[in-house]
């Protein structure tokens, strides 16, 4: 797991109460440890009958708390343990969320350290409830669920699907990745982004030559994503244009697009209004000119192609009446990268610029990595030597905010 800069040194406070899905909880532990995170474990009694303390303690190197009336570790801000575990953290989570625990936080019933320390902690509360689908759906569970809900709580809603008891239903502890999605939406609230509409585009466009082949290019799409998840955890409403086939950001609004056409309708729907948009789509300058309605059949001599112009989306967007309020664009160079960029920074109308050099076999194009320089408006230029792409995707956002937050690059 690669550090996550929105994790990095983060209290989470987690509690784990009964339930077979807590083996689920020591990877969530050690992912958002691994992540940067520092993840302090309360276990109830039931939680121990499933696993030990140890295994948490093994995976976060922290102490793990199961006892109302033992002292707190010294690195907590007290002595006691449920006011020390809650003062000062950024978050609470409690997952796997049994409906006993539940019930007990909703009426505001404290006969242990979890319910104790929830009651106390000032930090907002996310909660994964898993149990059997009869319990879940139960007016109880729901009405205490809709309890903790009004009082500002985040609900994960848990999947649907098999059970231990071999049953089938809405009640499972989701996987680790939402979890985690879900805990940024969390920590993101209060980002320098909130409240700010950002539309990303991803991918690489596919243009039709007949019903079974396409042109297009080498993106994958992980740059694009990689932004969109970095703007998400500024704390942004994103919507994702795309036509890669990743895993949707939690919390993005996905919009699949294929072709440059469909990109462009999207791009200009989307984007009326919006705080920013972000171009790292790769989009196929030209398109067959035709699209044969039946497979193209092979023959003995050679076949040419006629292409023709596909729209400039950025173009397009320079002109739009409600034109976002930053635009930022991408220029994917194998020559004259710093020279070629700024022309497109300027011919574009774009108010910062995100220059690759994709001659360079060990980033770019489909890798985890890329080297960019940006280029802002007013003249200042960036050079971000070989990164991974969700740390270029944090400086651009950084930028971003300096552009629609503070109104400069
Ligand atoms: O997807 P990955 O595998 O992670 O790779 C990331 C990337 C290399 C694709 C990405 O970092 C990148 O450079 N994206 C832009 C690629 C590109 O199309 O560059 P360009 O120089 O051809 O276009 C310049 C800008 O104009 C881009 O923002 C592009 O989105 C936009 N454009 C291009 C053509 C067109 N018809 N309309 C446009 O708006």
Redesign the pocket.
Known sequence: MEPIALLKDKRIVLGVTGSIAVYKAIDLASKLTQAGALVDVMMTEAAQQFVTPLAFQAVTGRAVYTDMWASADSALPTHIAHVALGEGADLLVIAPMTANSIAKLAQGLADDLLSVTALAARCPLVFAPAMDGGMYSHPATQANITTLIERGATLIEPDEGRFASGLVGKGRLPDTPTLIGQIRRALARSGPLAGKRIVV????TREPLDPVRYLTN???????YAVAQAALDAGAEVVLISS?SLQTPIGAQLVAVDT?QSLHDAVLEHSAGADALV???????YRPATQAQQKIKKSDGDLSLQLAR??????AVKEMAQRPKAVV?????SENLLANAQD?LVR?GLDLL?A?D?SATDA????DY?RVTLLGRDGSQTAIDRSS?SAIAEVIVEHLSSLIVKGSA
């Open positions: 585009t991803a991918g690489g080498r993106s994958s799409g992980k740059q694009g890669a440059a171009m790292t789509a790769a989009v196929a300058d596909n729209p400039d989306i950025l173009l664009g991408f220029a994917a160079e497109k574009k995100v690759n994709i770019g194009f489909a890798s890329n792409k």
